[in-house]
């Protein structure tokens, strides 16, 4: 059966690294990247200035780039890494307390910026010990190569992202030729296992990572792993080689992987190698399912004191913002099952409706919302006190990027396209979240690019040849999440953020009625 634990929070979190690494007389604390962007609400307001903070006072010591780095610019993403107040983006930095810049060290081996030089370094040396039991431990970092489907385009303008096997390959040859006896990878891609998630399990594992792993120079010794939000512990099977341990500590600071390389330094190699995913027991909550308590079956760590207090400061200037009445939901709207579900639920459809409603000056007929794109459900109120309240701390944590809407338009068979691109076989699928209105039909039994069977606009059956005002959040209008057809869209029109259309839609009337209707239906 399952078990389910209280588990994460920052301050927490924190204990738990540090009870890890007590344990061990050499150690690093590494991470696979996106340390920061859709983020709590009391970080991301202030520009993950707390987050990096956390961060600092864990005592991380190299970070990989992951794709919500580059989120705020790359830009931004400098001034994360060494500091200042530099306002690079549309809200205010350092409004808290002046910010020093992240004590650990991004990297970034993929990543190359117009002048041919990757942004961050590509790698890093670590040595531990003295004399002849001198070790020395090469880190590469680096993110997915497919960073650039996954940002919007304007954020990352002159910046490269390459084949993530060939730049640890080249990172290994010179870490050997530096003296590193150990190769630790930290790669932002990973896998999913099937059945029910076990964190310290591997069954059945697939995923964008394991044609990398099966380049990689067999001198890679570890890889820790993120991206999919899943937690595991692997060996990829080398031909010739000893297994290669690969790793991931899943989503939302809920786990802590315990990793041991053991290395001989006359040997001049690691000899053995183990993990173990620890998870951050924390506090007892009631969810949604009801209470979870706290359980003896795994320890418990008590919150540090010194990163719960730099939390306070945070959480107590957001408090006034976050806590602001914007207007009342008749109910929770929420997407699929979890946050990683292909399809938008009722919140996809209220965000679309939101969307059109703010672009109608435009001429849009129809608004499509990435479910991907939607961060968090949004559940009103219901204390008893003002029932159905929903705050403008809720909102943004469903839609934290502040992407502006742009208006296109498409032809008939372009809308049918890029839902199409939607429910092909390249990638994980999305169901484009449509605005009232407008439905579509599929049949995922037919061929890909064959799979949308019926697209309707107030009830009439959308014409190929003709011309229609589409509504999509910029990301989408660039590209993004591979809807490459999007960005062919004419006649571009830009609108507010898709933040502020959510507001103001909630705001608009005294209470919006969740959408109850289904708008994207198989067939049948």
């Given amino acids: 059966g399952t078990l389910a634990v209280p588990a994460g929070g920052a301050a927490w979190l924190a204990s738990a690294v540090r009870q890890v690494r007590a344990a061990h007389r050499y150690h690093l604390t590494v991470s696979a990247g996106d340390l920061t962007s859709a983020s709590q609400f009391a970080s991301s307001i202030y520009l993950d200035e707390p ?70 370094p590509a790698t890093a040396l670590r040595s531990f010990g003295h004399g002849r039991r001198k070790v020395t431990v090469g880190v590469i970092g680096l993110t997915l190569r497919g960073t650039s489907d996954l940002v919007s385009p304007d954020r990352i303008a002159g910046l490269r992202f390459t084949d993530e096997a060939d730049a640890i390959n080249a990172g290994v040859t010179s870490l050997k030729a530096q003296g590193a006896l150990a190769v630790v990878v930290l790669i932002h891609q990973g896998i999913r296992t099937g059945g029910v998630q076990d964190p310290n399990g ?98 418990r760590f008590e919150p540090a004191p010194d990163v719960a207090q730099f939390i306070a400061r945070y959480v107590a200037g957001a408090k006034a913002s976050a806590a602001q009445v914007i207007g009342h939901l008749s109910g929770p709207a929420t997407k699929g099952a979890n946050a990683e579900s292909p399809t938008g639920g009722a919140l996809g459809h209220l965000i679309a409706d939101a969307q059109l409603a703010a672009t109608r000056s435009a001429g849009a007929q129809v608004a499509l919302m990435n479910p991907f794109g939607i961060r968090a459900p949004l559940v009103p109120s219901a204390d008893g006190q003002n029932d159905g309240a929903v705050t403008f701390g809720n909102v943004f944590q469903v839609q934290p990027f502040a992407n502006r809407l742009t208006t296109l338009s498409l032809s008939g068979a372009e809308l049918k396209a890029v839902l199409e691109q939607g429910l092909d076989d390249t990638g994980p699928k999305q169901w484009l979240s449509p605005s009232g209105g407008f439905a579509y039909r599929y049949d995922m039994a037919r061929a890909p690019g064959d799979r949308i069977v019926a697209m309707a606009l107030d009830g009439a059956a959308t014409d190929p040849a003709k011309r229609y005002r589409v509504t999509v959040n910029n990301f989408l209008a660039q590209g993004g999440d591979g809807f490459s057809v999007f960005a062919k869209g004419a006649d571009a029109a830009l609108g507010m953020t898709d933040l502020q259309a959510l507001e103001a839609w909630i705001k608009v009337v005294p209470l919006r009625t969740v959408p109850g209707e289904k708008r994207e239906q198989p067939a049948g």
């Fill in 51 to 120: 987050a990096v903070g956390v961060a600092n006072r864990i005592g991380i010591d190299f970070n990989a780039v992951g794709n919500h780095e580059f989120d705020r610019g790359s830009g931004e993403l400098q001034r994360l890494q060494h500091g200042g107040c530099a306002k690079l983006t549309s809200a205010e930095p350092c409004r808290i307390e002046p910010f020093p810049g992240a004590r650990f060290r991004y990297l970034a081996a993929n990543v190359f910026g117009p002048d041919g030089q990757t942004i961050f």
């Fill in 202 to 299: 591997c069954d059945k594992p697939t995923g964008d990572l394991q044609p990398v792993l099966a380049r990689l120079d067999p001198r890679v010794d570890l890889v820790v792993s993120g991206h999919t939000h899943w937690a595991y512990v692997c060996e990829f099977a080398r031909n010739g080689e000893g297994p290669l341990l690969f790793t991931s500590a899943g989503l939302y600071g809920k786990l802590v992987t315990d990793i041991t390389l053991s290395i001989d330094p006359v040997q001049g190699r690691v000899v053995s190698s183990k993990a173990h995913n620890v998870i951050v027991q924390s506090e007892a909550y009631t969810g949604a399912s009801g209470p979870v308590a706290l359980t003896d079956a795994y320890p």
